[in-house]
């Protein structure tokens, strides 16, 4: 008997070393395909511009100004992670901005209170939009549409509807004039945040249960997580991180428009799906939001350069959304996604 189980243990095992290469390169592919894609757009676009696009002035441009988009993806993939949408986000962005300029520019605030303000600002959005979607049990997607548009029409009210400048030149140094290695500042406080939203999402508790309730709420009820507890705080953060990305905005423009946020919206959602197919396929993730924003940034310069109006901008986003919701659901095996 001690025969047989060694022979078909031999078996199994001479059947998994043959069967294992070409999964193995599936996942290969499936992991660092939007690496590989991003690269062949460089150098796409970097042999048919070479005199424009690729200059280390665009690229370090490229880099440093999209650090808004990058923080207002991660702020996104928190709630997603566990099925929740926050699609106030981007008037969070909006609101946090015109704060600063507004208490900095026109009331002569310090500046780092002006910026606490509005990062609190974001914390109390986030505790209003949780308290909603987990009390009466309103759908996320609902509530935050509402609060979104709600915030937009107190944006347009407490600036008269009209671009605030005039913000302390002290941000404006921090953010996108001064440089580290010819790259503003912005873009490594995007690269800090990337890896403080992978570590809590791969190596914590409260990443494996954010991900657990996105899985399945019921089970994870179950199994003795608090469920709501996990959204309330997945729904805090997204919009602190939302202040946050305000804040960037207005240290890189030196000033605050009442609806600039709208822009920034579409493009988060498509590089949040976007992202969830590669690096950790299946989920939504850090590095691969990351690179999925670079991904979509890239191609919209590129076809810039290349000759394109000011449409493709909107085409480009819309499709790779469809493009990057569709990828996302080949990934989970075109599992039901209940949202």
């Given at each position: 008997?001690?025969?047989?189980?060694?022979?078909?243990a031999?078996?199994?095992?001479?059947?998994?070393?043959?069967?294992?290469?070409?999964?193995?390169?599936?996942?290969?592919?499936?992991?660092?395909?939007?690496?590989?894609?991003?690269?062949?757009?460089?150098?796409?676009?970097?042999?048919?511009?070479?005199?424009?696009f690729?200059?280390?002035?665009?690229?370090?441009?490229?880099?440093?100004?999209?650090?808004?988009?990058?923080?207002?993806?991660?702020?996104?993939?928190v709630?997603?992670?566990?099925?929740?949408?926050?699609v106030?986000?981007?008037?969070?962005?909006?609101?946090s901005?015109?704060?600063?300029?507004?208490?900095?520019?026109?009331?002569?605030?310090?500046?780092?209170l002006?910026?606490?303000a509005?990062?609190?600002?974001?914390?109390?959005?986030?505790?209003?939009?949780?308290?909603?979607?987990?009390?009466?049990?309103?759908?996320?997607?609902?509530?935050?549409?509402?609060?979104?548009?709600?915030?937009?029409?107190?944006?347009?009210?407490?600036?008269?509807?009209?671009?605030?400048?005039?913000?302390?030149?002290?941000?404006?140094?921090?953010?996108?004039v001064?440089?580290?290695?010819?790259?503003?500042?912005?873009?490594?406080?995007?690269?800090?945040?990337?890896?403080?939203?992978?570590?809590?999402?791969?190596?914590?508790?409260?990443?494996?249960?954010?991900?657990?309730?996105?899985?399945?709420?019921?089970v994870?009820r179950?199994?003795?997580?608090?469920t709501?507890?996990?959204?309330?705080?997945?729904?805090?953060?997204?919009?602190?991180?939302?202040?946050?990305?305000?804040?960037?905005?207005?240290?890189?423009?030196?000033?605050?428009?009442?609806?600039?946020?709208?822009s920034?919206?579409?493009?988060?959602?498509?590089?949040?799906f976007?992202?969830?197919?590669?690096?950790?396929?299946?989920?939504?993730?850090?590095?691969?939001?990351?690179?999925?924003?670079?991904?979509?940034?890239?191609?919209i310069t590129?076809?810039?350069?290349?000759?394109?109006?000011?449409?493709?901008?909107?085409?480009?986003?819309?499709?790779?959304?469809?493009?990057?919701?569709?990828?996302?659901?080949?990934?989970?095996?075109?599992?039901?996604?209940?949202?």
């Amino acid at each position: 008997m001690t025969q047989n189980t060694a022979a078909a243990a031999k078996l199994v095992s001479s059947g998994k070393a043959a069967s294992t290469h070409e999964p193995r390169f599936i996942d290969m592919a499936e992991r660092y395909g939007l690496i590989v894609a991003l690269a062949i757009l460089v150098v796409v676009f970097s042999i048919l511009r070479p005199e424009t696009f690729f200059t280390w002035s665009n690229l370090s441009t490229i880099l440093g100004s999209q650090a808004v988009l990058v923080v207002i993806t991660l702020g996104l993939i928190v709630p997603l992670t566990a099925n929740d949408f926050d699609v106030s986000i981007a008037y969070v962005m909006t609101l946090s901005a015109m704060m600063v300029a507004l208490l900095n520019g026109q009331d002569g605030w310090p500046i780092g209170l002006a910026v606490l303000a509005a990062l609190a600002m974001g914390i109390a959005v986030g505790a209003v939009n949780a308290f909603f979607i987990t009390t009466f049990r309103i759908h996320s997607l609902v509530v935050t549409l509402g609060t979104g548009t709600f915030l937009h029409g107190l944006t347009l009210y407490v600036s008269d509807s009209m671009t605030i400048s005039g913000i302390s030149d002290g941000l404006m140094n921090w953010v996108i004039v001064d440089r580290l290695l010819g790259i503003p500042l912005e873009f490594y406080y995007a690269l800090l945040l990337c890896i403080l939203v992978w570590y809590v999402f791969e190596f914590t508790a409260i990443g494996r249960q954010m991900l657990f309730v996105g899985r399945g709420r019921e089970v994870a009820r179950l199994s003795g997580i608090n469920t709501d507890r996990v959204r309330r705080g997945c729904l805090v953060v997204s919009s602190f991180m939302g202040a946050l990305a305000g804040v960037l905005y207005a240290g890189t423009q030196g000033a605050a428009d009442p609806v600039s946020g709208v822009s920034y919206l579409l493009p988060a959602f498509a590089a949040a799906f976007l992202g969830s197919t590669s690096i950790t396929p299946g989920r939504f993730n850090a590095w691969g939001s990351a690179i999925a924003v670079y991904f979509l940034v890239v191609g919209i310069t590129g076809l810039v350069f290349m000759g394109g109006s000011s449409f493709v901008q909107d085409m480009f986003y819309g499709g790779a959304l469809v493009l990057a919701v569709t990828l996302s659901q080949l990934v989970r095996g075109r599992e039901e996604q209940q949202f």
